[in-house]
């Protein structure tokens, strides 16, 4: 199987980390998330997205061409330290139905460890309580936690 193509965004790519990251947030509304698929969320992650790309806050988003979107980093606030010295906030990874099981979500995970560590960070919290994200984690990192917080991640 051939490598995902992972790259960083750019300001340019605004439009399409809406376009992913809507898709995520109404995948995770309909799966009884409390998160809510509106404007005024995406808007929120959308000022992320921009402080990330534009380095006024240290994260990375990601791309696997039009397919997958990832986005850690800091968020501007205080951390719980109980995971590590300086742990990241996993805002979320999506990557679309038609491309799932072809090595996308792992290639964005592989590619944000490298780059956040080179970040100084060390862990993460809050990356996913799916299957199928805990698992492509666990091929990628440490994942320890509670069956009621299982995302707790060390690079």
């Known amino acids: 199987m051939k490598k995902a193509r992972v790259r960083n965004a750019t300001v340019r790519d605004a439009g399409l980390f809406q376009k992913l990251w809507f898709q995520m947030l109404v995948a995770q509304s309909e799966s009884g998330n409390i998160i809510y698929a509106n404007e005024h969320n995406l808007d929120i992650y959308l000022g992320l997205f921009e402080a990330y790309v534009e380095e006024e806050a240290a994260g990375v988003v990601l791309f696997v061409a039009d397919t997958g979107v990832l986005m850690w980093g800091e968020a501007g606030s205080p951390f719980e330290t109980s995971v590590g010295l300086k742990p990241c906030t996993g805002w979320g990874q999506f990557?679309?139905?038609?491309?799932?099981?072809?090595?996308?979500?792992?290639?964005?995970?592989?590619?944000?460890?490298?780059?956040?560590?080179?970040?100084?960070?060390?862990?993460?919290?809050?990356?996913?309580?799916?299957?199928?994200?805990?698992?492509?984690?666990?091929?990628?990192?440490?994942?320890?936690?509670?069956?009621?917080?299982?995302?707790?991640?060390?690079?």
């Open 95 to 155: 990557v679309s139905p038609e491309a799932r099981g072809k090595g996308v979500l792992d290639a964005m995970i592989g590619e944000a460890v490298i780059q956040l560590a080179d970040l100084g960070f060390d862990s993460m919290i809050g990356a996913t309580t799916e299957e199928y994200g805990l698992n492509a984690l666990k091929r990628n990192c440490e994942v320890t936690g509670t069956p009621e917080r299982p995302c707790y991640v060390k690079f």
